[in-house]
């Protein structure tokens, strides 16, 4: 079989498995709902932002970036997920196209401590990712918990998985693969500072070391100010930074971008 026959395979497996799931997180999400007692109505929330730059000083760079989070639940429990698309470019040649988009479901919100399950994939031509897919289990607490100041601090266990387009030299583990596999803990900080009914500033980051080798480790953080405009319109500045450091020889181990756009939500 040819390799790329084999890494046809190889993603038809890894998206039934993600597809198996996302349905089991969607079976326990309509159990949560219709066995356990409501403590209040279902509430839906979302946040579409839609950001980017133009600059024409030689090299016609061109990058646009949208996010958008759905979150449905009640106090007893909720279903986040999260899609962030990207797509830029440096003259006329493709630099980035690359979806990510992660789903966590938790239990009991309004209790200081809550369990969470996580489930995502992503595909990244800036970094030569086919398919990549995580999924994994874990726990969260709420630090800060007021109307104008939230902060939340989680950790879970992850299995990750990861198709390159191209070989890659792992100097790490000495050899040279076009898959990646790896068990690893992720500590994430998440919150928000609102000022007044002002401007209000909103975070979510955190790293990814192996649990084998504590030199291969990811990280991302995205960072943003909010400025209202209009109800539920605000103009966003954000900062969105990613680092891997098992990489194709072509890709770049950091990747770092600050852009400007609108962000348009209903929620907190």
Request: hydrophobic share 40%; net charge neutral; glycine share 6%.
């Amino acid at each position: 079989m040819n390799l790329k026959a084999t890494r046809l395979k190889r993603k038809c497996y890894d998206i039934q498995f993600l597809v198996g799931i996302f349905f089991l997180l969607d079976v326990c999400s309509l159990n949560a709902q219709n066995t356990t007692v409501a403590r209040d109505s279902l509430i839906w929330t979302y946040d579409i932002t839609a950001s980017g730059f133009i600059s024409d000083d030689g090299n016609q760079r061109v990058l646009f970036n949208n996010l958008g989070v759905f979150t449905v639940g009640n106090s007893a429990w909720s279903d986040r997920v999260v899609m962030n698309y990207q797509v830029g470019k440096v003259r006329r040649k493709i630099k980035e196209n690359d979806f990510f988009t992660y789903n966590i479901f938790r239990l009991n919100l309004t209790d200081k401590y809550f369990p969470l399950a996580i489930v995502g994939f992503e595909l990244s031509n800036t970094r030569a990712i086919n398919f990549r897919w995580f999924a994994g289990i874990g726990g969260g607490i709420h630090l800060i918990d007021k109307e104008n100041l939230k902060l939340e601090f989680t950790t879970t266990i992850i299995h990750q998985r990861t198709n390159y387009d191209l070989v890659f030299d792992d100097s790490i583990n000495g050899m040279a693969e076009d898959t990646e596999s790896a068990w690893r803990i992720t500590p994430r900080l998440f919150g928000l500072i609102q000022l007044s009914k002002g401007p209000r500033f909103e975070y979510e980051c955190w790293i990814q070391p192996s649990l084998e080798k504590l030199d291969d480790y990811n990280a991302y953080g995205n960072f943003a100010l909010l400025v209202p405009v209009i109800e539920k319109l605000f103009v966003r500045l954000g900062w969105i930074m990613t680092y891997e450091s098992i990489v194709t020889t072509s890709s770049p181990e950091f990747d770092s971008i600050i852009n400007i756009g609108f962000t348009f939500k209903n929620g907190k």
